[in-house]
Nanobody, 121 residues
Framework: QLQLVESGGGLVQPGGSLRLSCAASGFTLDDYAIGWFHQAPGKEREGVSCISSDDDSTYYVDSVKGRFTISRDNAKNTVYLQMNSLKPEDTAVYYC??????????????WGQGTQVTVSS
């Protein structure tokens, strides 16, 4: 019943921007915390950002603070990750996931399939 689908990835030059989308189906996304993660080849998956559904508090890993913004559009049942000033080290597969409750704390049990972001000149 919990299904998440990422989209919006692609190839972009350093300094460029992308907006990733995480669309929910089968449930109301506003009831759940949504996190964004990325995984580069040969590296561990890393949490990038999260938005709660109780008070809309947000989290960002230090490497993306000031460049990435997470937001909700409840009417579209979608969470976005706006990525600006992209760097080659941002290159990774980006996943969205949910804890299944309102807080970003806890296990992220439901995951999307991922979308590739490549930052290269």
């Amino acid at each position: 019943q919990l299904q998440l689908v990422e989209s919006g990835g692609g190839l972009v030059q350093p300094g460029g921007s992308l907006r990733l989308s995480c669309a929910a189906s089968g449930f109301t996304l506003d009831d759940y915390a949504i996190g964004w993660f990325h995984q580069a080849p040969g590296k561990e998956r890393e949490g990038v950002s999260c938005i709660s559904s109780d008070d809309d508090s947000t989290y960002y890993v230090d490497s993306v603070k000031g460049r990435f913004t997470i937001s909700r559009d409840n009417a579209k049942n979608t969470v976005y990750l706006q990525m600006n000033s992209l760097k080659p080290e941002d290159t990774a597969v980006y996943y969205c996931a949910t804890t299944g409750h309102r807080s970003c704390a806890g296990d992220f049990a439901s995951w999307g399939q991922g979308t590739q972001v490549t930052v290269s000149s």
